[in-house]
């Protein structure tokens, strides 16, 4: 069975038919998600939230996007200090830096990424990474923000990564997860699929990021979990491995980092 460790099934992209996107991916094999909080407006945490209390089948997490984090203000801290209490939120995120759309100012990222990775030391939570942008900047003030927060305390997941083979070793090192998204199956990818070969397999999650970046094959439609599946079969023809392989690695994995048994 699969795990899609990081999607939005809470976005307004999926109102209209969440209920059977879930079904998809329960027929695809795909039997456990975690439903990012953040990334669609500070707000759409309450909903992730929600959709772990009504589903077993997912899990939470709690946080602030760097595209949104010059909207966080007090009120929003309050707000979100309590939201993370809830039951089956698993995780702090996604948070980090983005360099590449600076939808916030660099200080302003910086400054909450700190505030996120020091809420996630304190409360012994792992995190969902977000990081983009041109190596080396975003990747090393980000690894350095998380260090000096967290002194290596809690792990965390690099989400979507894109990022050299070099840095993957340097965070897994400190403590990461690597995850992959449909962007390990474009015929495009930019070298990523000679990252992932290289990485131990131990270390490794897949994701959708849905609604966003569905696979090849599916490109220019709406992403879903259900598509995961597809992330996880390009990891398995790396591997030289069984798909069935892969996906128990990559659920125990996720399991793991998220502390699902005791969620
Ligand atoms: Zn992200
Ligand atoms: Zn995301």
């Known amino acids: 069975m ?6 939005h099934l809470a976005a307004d992209e999926f109102d209209a038919d969440r209920a059977d996107v879930l079904d998809r991916a329960r027929d695809a094999g795909v039997d456990r998600l975690i439903a990012i909080g953040s990334g669609y407006g ?4 309450a909903r992730a ?3 772990a209390a009504s589903d077993p089948r997912v ?7 760097p595209h949104e984090a010059k909207e966080l203000d007090d009120a929003g801290r309050r707000w979100l200090d309590e939201l993370i209490e809830r039951p089956r939120v698993v995780a702090v995120g996604e948070c980090g830096l983005d360099y590449h759309y600076m939808n916030s100012e660099r200080e302003v990222q910086r400054a909450v990424f700190a505030e996120q990775a020091a809420s996630a030391r304190s409360r012994h939570m792992p995190a969902s990474i977000h990081v983009r942008g041109d190596e080396p900047n975003a990747f090393e003030e980000l690894l350095d923000i998380w260090l000096a927060e967290t002194r290596g305390e809690v792990e965390g997941v690099l989400h979507c990564y894109t990022g050299s083979l070099a840095f993957a070793r340097r ?3 400190a403590g ?3 995850s992959f998204s449909g962007i390990l199956t474009f015929k495009n990818d930019r070298g990523l699929r000679e990252v992932a070969k290289a990485l131990p397999l131990e270390r490794l999650l897949v994701e959708t990021d849905a609604p966003l970046l569905a696979p090849q094959g599916f490109r220019g439609k709406r992403n879903e979990p259900a598509y995961v599946v597809a992330v996880g079969e ?3 023809a790396l591997h030289a491995r069984p798909v069935e392989e892969i996906a128990r690695a990559t659920s125990e994995n996720a399991r793991a980092l998220f502390r699902l048994e005791d969620a």
């Open 176 to 178: 990461f997860y690597i």
């Open 234 to 236: 390009v990891l398995a």
């Open 59 to 65: 899990f939470a997490t709690v946080g602030v996007h």
């Open 42 to 45: 500070i707000a759409g945490n």
């Open 2 to 7: 699969w795990l899609d460790s990081h999607c």
């Open 49 to 51: 939230v929600e959709l």
């Open 171 to 173: 965070a897994i090192e």
